[in-house]
């Protein structure tokens, strides 16, 4: 008997007689149960002690000797002194020792009230993920089917989806604690939950994520996971993050995809510092320091300095740049970016690292002068975003090596006449509010051009026509409106394209049907968040190897596309 357990290690010997009375541990439960009870309804974790005495006033009739013990003010006392399961953390107020006991004993309360209700309505909270749980395990035969069913409805109920996705998963975690339940009901639910996992998207894997840790014991293991899921997969449990996350984390250090690995080197900052370096950081640079790795806190930033050989590092925080310049090898870094560094005000500190090939400034508002980067003798790949007093860009030709640059937000440019002689550029993104591309006939070597982020009605009128006068260019990126106005073009004839991205708006209507006429050398294709994709227009291309959906809306005559043509949908249907 617990009691007798309890006085035994105490070496406490129950009192008989006129002093008090001993409680058998069946009634002591009594109260231990409306208490707990009590407090689960009330989202309480603690009791007030004037509650706790109206209760037990309350229940000392219907316990008797619970009433022989006297006052109410007595059982709450020997209750506090004898069972091992109540504390008195400050006056007036009680509690569990541990939250385990309140939850054990709050299910048993509503097994008994038979009051389902109140957990069915309250599942979705994260407090009463192990009262669930606790009541599916100590429920009859029928009780068990009855609660798993009522948590399988709301789910279906539910126009949240993450809460509809905690429901389901909550059901499938409690069918461990089932150890018996009607086949009909557990395939019930495990087909229900079979549809989420292992997710098979980012935006899957985020919206897992939000149901919380109970996710972690019920996504599969690495071993039985590739592609999608695999990267899905270990996105969910980086958002989860948490100690109990990096176990899960461990299996996945061997795999192969690079995107994975990213994955695991990007989300530092959701774990403790050193652990997560020790067994996550470390192991996969020491493998492959070619990696990208992430640090956001200056603890990261330390222990980053304490592996040498980083190649390429993204510090995402406002850090002085004596402390940047500390973390990085000067002889090996390849790639920096810079996200938020307001105490960076001029970029003196990139003449220390002559290897730098690929640099990215993000936020870094006051930064001042470009010409530091035309002495960085390989810089190939510049991105600029939210630099407003970064100028004049024209001084950027001077840089011997650039090859791709990437403008984005708030960056100060006079539109493509400013950047006219960097006429070798290969790469080139347009930002936002760019509408004049006349001046595009100047960059004869590009060989991609990034339209999506700027206007969607592009000047002059016969743009289409300028872009077939860039013999190099290969690949094109553009908003479906921009892509609607190159199609209708006449005299846009871009025979040379061969790779071309449609980034779409949730449910926006994408018009492939003059691709083939306007665009006859494409050999990929690649759409994202377009609704009423009809792919039968793209039959006519002949060079065409591959098509890739992602996020789709209603796709058409799929089975139109020759045996040939790869069609990836994202993710998988």
């Not at 004037?50 to 109410?72: I, N, Y």
């Not at 609660?147 to 993450?162: F, I, P, Q, S, Y």
């Not at 429901?167 to 557990?186: C, F, G, K, N, W």
């Not at 759409?527 to 006519?540: F, K, M, P, R, Y």
């Amino acid at each position: 008997m617990l009691l007798e357990r309890r006085d035994k290690e105490r070496g406490v010997r129950p009192k008989i007689g006129d002093e008090a009375v001993a409680l058998s541990e069946e009634a002591a439960a009594e109260p231990l149960k409306r208490f707990a009870y009590w407090l689960i309804r009330n989202e309480r974790t603690q009791i007030e002690r004037t509650d706790a005495l109206e209760l037990l006033g309350r229940l000392q009739p219907q316990v008797p000797s619970l009433q022989q013990l006297g006052r109410p003010e007595d059982a709450l006392k020997y209750l506090l002194e004898r069972t091992g399961l109540l504390r008195e953390p400050a006056s007036g107020a009680v509690d569990f020792i541990h939250r385990t006991f309140q939850d054990y004993l709050g299910a048993k309360a509503v097994l008994e009230e038979r009051d389902f209700g109140i957990l069915v309505k309250n599942a979705h909270a994260d407090e009463w993920e192990d009262v669930v749980q606790m009541a599916v395990a100590q429920s009859d035969h029928k009780g068990r089917a009855d609660l798993l069913m009522r948590l399988n409805e709301r789910g279906n109920r539910e126009k949240d989806a993450t809460v509809q996705a905690r429901l389901r998963l909550l059901a499938l975690a409690s069918l461990e604690q089932a150890t018996r339940l009607d086949p009909a009901v557990r395939r019930t639910i495990e087909t229900e939950a079979a549809r989420m996992l292992p997710p098979r998207s980012l935006r899957q894997a985020r919206l897992l994520a939000r149901t919380g840790p109970l996710l972690l014991g019920l996504l599969p293991r690495a071993q039985d996971l590739d592609g999608d899921e695999e990267l899905a997969t270990v996105h969910a449990i980086c958002q989860i993050g948490g100690d109990a996350a990096i176990p899960r984390l461990r299996e996945f250090r061997d795999t192969r995809q690079p995107l994975v690995r990213a994955q695991l080197l990007g989300h530092w900052d959701r774990f403790d510092t050193d652990v997560y370096a020790d067994d996550i950081i470390r192991p996969l640079l020491t493998a492959d320091p070619s990696q990208p790795v992430t640090v956001r806190s200056r603890a990261e930033l330390d222990a980053l300095a304490g592996m040498p050989g980083c190649e390429r590092v993204g510090i995402h925080g406002d850090f002085a740049p004596e402390a940047v310049r500390a973390a990085l090898d000067p002889q090996r870094l390849r790639e920096l970016r810079l996200r938020g560094a307001l105490q960076l005000d001029d970029l003196g500190l990139l003449a220390d690292f002559p290897a730098l090939e690929s640099l990215t400034l993000q936020s870094c508002r006051n930064l001042r002068e470009p010409a530091p980067l035309t002495r960085l003798p390989r810089l190939h790949t510049l991105v600029l975003e939210d630099l407003p007093q970064f100028e004049p860009l024209a001084k950027l030709a001077d840089c011997p090596r650039l090859g791709a640059l990437h403008l984005g937000l708030q960056v100060p440019w006079r539109g493509l006449t400013e950047l006219s002689r960097l006429g070798d550029l290969r790469v080139l993104a347009l930002p936002m509010g760019t509408v004049e591309l006349s001046e595009i006939r100047h960059f004869q070597a590009l060989e991609e051009l990034r339209l999506h982020e700027a206007g969607g009605r592009l000047l002059p009128e016969g743009w289409g026509a300028l872009l077939a006068g860039l013999p190099e260019l290969r690949t094109l990126t553009l908003s479906p409106e921009q892509l609607s106005a190159l199609l209708y073009d006449p005299k846009a004839q871009i025979a040379q394209v061969t790779h071309l991205y449609v980034y779409a708006k949730p449910g926006a209507p994408v018009s492939l049907r003059r691709i083939a006429r306007r665009l006859p050398g494409l050999v990929e294709i690649h759409l994202t968040q377009g609704n009423e994709i009809d792919l039968s227009h793209l039959a006519g291309l002949s060079g065409l190897r591959r098509v890739r959906l992602a996020y789709p809306g209603e796709i058409r005559a799929a089975a139109n596309l020759p045996d040939r043509v790869d069609l990836e949908i994202y993710p998988q249907p």
